[in-house]
């Protein structure tokens, strides 16, 4: 069993299933993905993300507004809209959120704020938050360590083993792409050997990111155990048992309050 702690349901490429996100899924399934967490990137998405989530048990998702979109997007998500749309149980976390400054350096301030309005969502409605970060590790980790009491996922880890730790440290989880699968990726497979197994989660980011050997093509939820095995050879355990591992501590991150 598997969970796809982070695709991007609303952007899938389903070409290959006449258009139908229930035939990804129920492919997903067949390869052993038993939960999926939607995510939000916007402000419409969670509107589809819920119809999903309504017609599927196994799905879950996140509501939140990406460190990407536009100042007077961001200036939206305010933690009372934040908190007023976490409401249903099918809401797993508040994200994505965090600090992208590879991708745009105009709006510094709105991002830093978007996202302490995220955590404080979190904090909140006791939800972990989804955390983004890319080329910005000192101020996500700043902005994280201020918000003690929060915690959550930083997704798609790329980062150096003293940002795994400050997290860490903060309680909370560190979750792989198909980044991890990479043949060039031997630094962070060598900082996800120093993750404790307990903290460890796994993603697609789909469409992103396919892991080895679908790297290049679009990426699905039922590509997660490629993840599973990359970590696999990083810890010397079964795929299985990374896997079981893995879901364990999902559940576990959904527990806490
Ligand atoms: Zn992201
Ligand atoms: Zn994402």
């Known amino acids: 069993m598997f969970v796809d702690t982070h695709c991007h349901l609303t952007m899938l490429d389903l070409t290959p299933y006449d258009g139908s996100l229930d035939q990804a899924l129920a492919q997903a ?6 939960k999926f967490m939607g995510i939000s990137v916007d402000l419409d998405d969670h509107k589809k993300l819920a119809e999903i989530a ?30 007023s749309l976490a409401q249903s149980d099918k809401v797993w976390a508040i994200g994505e959120t965090g600090l992208d400054y590879y991708h745009s350096t105009d709006f510094i301030e709105e991002q830093k704020r978007c996202f302490a309005r995220h955590i404080e969502a979190s904090k909140i409605v006791k939800k972990p938050v989804v955390v983004h970060t890319r080329a910005a590790k000192h101020d996500t980790v700043d902005i994280i360590k201020a918000e003690q009491s929060a915690y959550g996922i930083l997704h798609c880890f790329t980062e150096d083993w003293e940002t795994a730790k400050a997290v860490l440290d903060c309680g909370y989880y ?26 460890l989660l796994i993603e697609t980011d789909s469409p992103y990111l396919a892991p080895a050997p679908f790297r290049g093509k679009t990426n699905e939820p039922k590509y997660v155990p490629y993840v599973a095995k990359a970590l696999s050879d ?19 991150l959904l527990n806490l309050k």
């Not at 010397?236 to 893995?246: A, M, Q």
């Open 234 to 252: 990083v810890y010397d355990k079964s795929v299985e048992e990374i896997g079981r591992i893995t879901t364990q501590n999902f559940e576990n």
């Open 29 to 34: 399934r067949l390869a052993g993905v038993s």
């Open 174 to 199: 560190i979750s792989f792409s198909g980044i991890v699968s990479f043949k060039n990726a031997q630094d962070l497979r060598d900082v996800a050997k120093q993750v404790p197994l307990d903290r």
């Open 54 to 83: 309504s017609r599927h048990a196994d799905v879950g998702y996140s509501v939140g507004v990406h460190p990407c979109e536009d100042a007077d997007v961001m200036a939206q998500a305010t933690t009372e809209y934040l908190v």
